[in-house]
């Protein structure tokens, strides 16, 4: 069954601050360190690139870029080799121009669950993109 998660965060930062730090390819692990420790986009010229990401835990994530939408301030990536027991995952960042130097960070994904692990899932992936949304502000905070 396909399963939605959602984190939002209202950032103190301009929207266009943001998307330059989320519209690259690579240099994740600058902003979220406590998740990913290194990237890297061997062809970012490619219709679809490639994101390859060693998590903190040595896991490996490898992504497919799909969109990078620089009028409505849109990442969309599928992963398509992870460690969770999840298919199909598709995520986006979108960034929200608010007014007066504030921006909405929505990142949420699409994915297809088994059952058992739904809730569970749902749950770590939501705490997941939480946790990302908090570094990506301090990391513009320094």
Same mark, same amino acid.
């Given at each position: 069954?396909?399963?939605h998660?959602?984190?939002?965060?209202?950032?103190? !930062?301009? +929207?266009? =601050?943001?998307?330059?730090?989320?519209? %690259?390819?690579?240099?994740?692990?600058?902003?979220?360190? @406590?998740?990913?420790?290194?990237?890297?986009?061997?062809?970012?010229?490619?219709?679809?690139?490639?994101?390859?990401?060693?998590?903190?835990?040595?896991?490996?994530?490898?992504?497919?870029?799909?969109?990078?939408?620089?009028?409505?301030?849109?990442? !969309?990536? +599928?992963? =398509?080799?992870?460690?969770?027991?999840? %298919?199909?995952?598709?995520?986006?960042?979108?960034?929200? @121009?608010?007014?007066?130097q504030?921006?909405?960070?929505?990142?949420?994904?699409?994915?297809?669950?088994e059952?058992?692990?739904?809730?569970?899932?749902?749950?770590?992936?939501?705490?997941?993109?939480?946790?990302?949304?908090?570094?990506?502000?301090?990391?513009? +905070?320094?």
């Amino acid at each position: 069954m396909t399963h939605h998660v959602i984190a939002q965060r209202k950032i103190a !930062v301009p +929207a266009d =601050d943001l998307w330059s730090t989320i519209r %690259r390819m690579d240099g994740i692990e600058a902003w979220y360190s @406590d998740f990913i420790s290194a990237s890297e986009v061997p062809d970012p010229d490619a219709l679809q690139p490639r994101r390859n990401c060693t998590m903190a835990d040595g896991g490996e994530l490898k992504e497919r870029i799909l969109l990078r939408d620089d009028v409505t301030r849109t990442f !969309v990536y +599928a992963i =398509d080799s992870h460690p969770l027991p999840a %298919r199909n995952l598709v995520g986006s960042i979108r960034i929200d @121009d608010l007014g007066n130097q504030t921006s909405m960070v929505t990142w949420g994904a699409n994915m297809t669950l088994e059952d058992a692990h739904a809730a569970q899932m749902e749950d770590m992936v939501t705490e997941i993109y939480a946790k990302g949304l908090k570094s990506l502000e301090q990391y513009h +905070a320094r």
